[in-house]
């Protein structure tokens, strides 16, 4: 059995037709680009707006870091 066909934690992941790693993987995104679509694509299911202001705390560093804007 693959990872992709387990989940520990949940199953927040397990229906969806793409999976966030999936995705995450083969887009070559980085660590701060996977966890914003990790946490926007998992929201409905987990922790509803706590997951939102994660996201958004994400693409604030990338704002931050890449960009050089606060």
Same mark, same amino acid.
């Given at each position: 059995?693959?990872?992709? /066909? ?19 993987? *083969?887009?070559?995104? /980085? ?19 706590? /997951? ?11 704002? *931050? ?6």
């Amino acid at each position: 059995m693959s990872a992709i /066909d387990t989940q520990e934690g949940g199953s927040h992941y397990k229906g969806m037709t793409i999976q966030p790693i999936e995705f995450i993987m *083969e887009n070559e995104l /980085d660590y701060l680009q996977g966890n914003v679509i990790k946490y926007v694509t998992r929201h409905k299911q987990k922790n509803g707006a706590e /997951d939102i202001k994660k996201a958004m705390h994400y693409l604030q560093f990338i704002l *931050e870091m890449q960009y050089g804007q606060k």
